[in-house]
């Protein structure tokens, strides 16, 4: 079973309006974190926004907020007055617990949705 | 602001032949991890290093793969008979420690094309 479902492959926003990317996980840990990353036809992998699980409050990161329905188990990013910028493909992202020998924990990525923004 | 840097950024080698990907974590981070990303595909956990020894690995981290932080800054990848199929962004992360630790900050890639 997929631990990160994104479910969009893609997604059309117009400049200037919001817009929602869906991410679902899957886990049995109580302890958990959330992550977004946003990756520009450039390649890199830059880091958005973080929900750990016991945060109470949904995430916000500048024009970033999530989400975050814990029964639910999903992770939406919302993104906020869309610049052209932001056309790139985003990964939803889950650390698991903590591994051992004191690894902070690897990271499961969704398959990502490519965000398209027109002018 | 500090980041994760990597280098070659492109690097093109024969089947068989050894490469070893380069990393430079953020200086007073403590976890480092290698990732790749076939074309098209979605991230994939390889490795996690801390206190100078592997944490986890994932099924694709095999024998012919090793880590190594030769010294207080460089963190390398070596593939030593690489396959077709190695063909991958490969990235370096790092994270920790104190407030934000959770974070993994990746470094921009390292394309490799294995011919």
């Known amino acids: 079973a997929q631990k990160i479902t994104q479910t969009q492959p893609g997604m059309f926003v117009q400049e200037k309006e919001a817009v929602t990317l869906d991410c679902t996980y899957d886990t049995s840990d109580p302890s958990y974190g959330l992550f977004w990353y946003k990756q520009p036809s450039s390649g890199e992998m830059i880091f958005l926004i973080y929900?750990?699980?016991?945060?109470?409050q949904n995430a916000t990161e500048g024009r970033y907020s999530l989400n975050f329905q814990k029964a639910r188990k999903s992770t939406n990013l919302v993104i906020s007055a869309s610049q052209l910028g932001d056309s790139a493909m985003y990964f939803c992202?889950?650390?698991?617990?903590?591994?051992?020998?004191?690894?902070?924990?690897?990271?499961?990525f969704g398959k990502g949705t490519k965000l398209s923004v027109k002018p | 602001e500090p980041e994760v840097t990597q280098t070659p950024s492109h690097q093109v080698t024969q089947m068989g032949q050894e490469v070893i990907l380069r990393c430079v974590p953020i200086?007073?981070?403590?976890?480092f991890y290698w990732y790749r990303q076939i074309l098209g595909q979605k991230v994939e956990f390889l490795v996690s290093f801390y206190n100078n020894e592997i944490s986890e690995k994932s099924e694709i981290f095999d024998d012919q793969f090793s880590v190594e932080r030769p010294d207080g800054s460089n963190f390398t990848l070596k593939i030593r008979s690489t396959k077709l199929e190695d063909s991958a962004m490969y990235f370096c992360?790092?994270?920790?420690?104190?407030?934000?630790?959770?974070?993994?900050?990746f470094g921009p890639g390292t394309r490799l094309l294995v011919l």
């Open positions: 992360a790092s994270s920790g420690p104190g407030q934000g630790r959770e974070t993994q900050y």
């Open positions: 200086s007073n981070h403590l976890y």
């Open positions: 929900q750990g699980s016991y945060d109470e």
């Open positions: 992202a889950m650390r698991e617990g903590r591994g051992g020998g004191g690894s902070q924990g690897n990271l499961i």
